[in-house]
């Protein structure tokens, strides 16, 4: 069993920055994925960044090169740097780890995150 509490989510304005943290706790492997997805109002989930246990980092092409993902393994815990934000990345994000590619894994409840003037 595998929890996982998010924090960091909030109120910006375009152009503005977020730091997302994910602290799991629970049954840990050293080897495994953790990533950040979000869903949008009317969208369905999709996947924002994830990282693998070597530092292997995807994004999504749409936050490519604003945003930034990286982890403390020691601390069982992932982060997304979110800078440069647009009223788009307006969503709820959510945090997922996974033993490996093909488990389903396991979600935080989300933290909610608005991009608005």
């Known amino acids: 069993q595998v929890q996982l509490v998010e924090s960091g989510g909030g109120l910006v304005q375009p152009g503005g920055s977020l730091r997302l943290s994910c602290a799991a706790s629970g049954s840990i492997l050293s080897i495994n994925i953790m990533g950040w997805y979000r869903q949008a109002p009317g969208k369905q989930r999709e996947l924002v960044a994830r990282?693998?246990?070597?530092?292997?980092?995807n994004y999504a092409a749409s936050v490519k090169d604003r945003f930034t993902i990286s982890r403390d393994s020691a601390k069982n815990t992932v982060y997304l740097q979110m800078n440069s934000l647009k009223a788009e990345d307006t969503a709820v994000y959510y945090c997922?780890?996974?033993?490996?590619?093909?488990?389903?894994?396991?979600w935080g409840q989300g933290t909610q995150v608005t991009v608005s003037s």
């Open positions: 997922n780890y996974r033993r490996s590619m093909a488990s389903a894994g396991y």
């Open positions: 990282i693998f246990s070597d530092g292997t980092a």
